[in-house]
């Protein structure tokens, strides 16, 4: 099998919408975000508006679109929809706290189990008195960290 961007012979691109579950709010997050940052960096313009360049990364990011296909489907380069993932993804980075600090809220807070990814994974079951359900999740006790 061989990878060739073109297309077969007597063929042509279909673009098909499809419902994407995202609250107006994170739409209108991610563009207000972006909006404040052209404005910061003093960009005249680009080729879509920060609304619709939202939903394309949100698109990519959440649910797993293809960033060919996103870039395709709004008359846009694969390299143009890459950085503005990343521009994006950059934006939201910076808004985070940093995972020192947060990990010493938890702990302060009394807390148990930090999800990093949200993913919990079953693992072997420990044997004696610990013998409990175990998942990929920190001890009970979570000491504030030292980085």
């Not at 003093?42 to 949100?58: D, F, N, Q």
Request: hydrophobic share 40%.
């Amino acid at each position: 099998m061989t990878k060739t961007k073109k297309h077969a012979e007597n063929t042509c691109l279909l673009v098909y919408q499809c419902r994407l579950p995202l609250s107006t709010r994170t739409v209108n997050h991610l563009a207000d975000l972006l909006r404040r940052h052209l404005k910061v960096i003093r960009s005249r313009w680009r080729i879509l508006p920060p609304g619709k360049i939202a939903v394309i990364v949100l698109a990519v990011l959440r649910h797993d679109q293809r960033l060919a296909d996103m870039a395709g489907g709004n008359d846009v380069s694969e390299s143009t929809a890459r950085r503005w993932r990343d521009e994006l993804i950059a934006l939201l980075t910076a808004q985070s706290p940093r995972l020192d600090r947060a990990l010493t809220k938890v702990a302060k807070q009394d807390g148990e189990v930090v999800l990093i990814d949200g993913t919990l994974i079953a693992t072997q079951r420990r044997t004696g008195k610990a013998d409990r359900r175990n998942y990929s999740a920190p001890p009970t006790s979570c000491a504030p960290c030292s980085f």
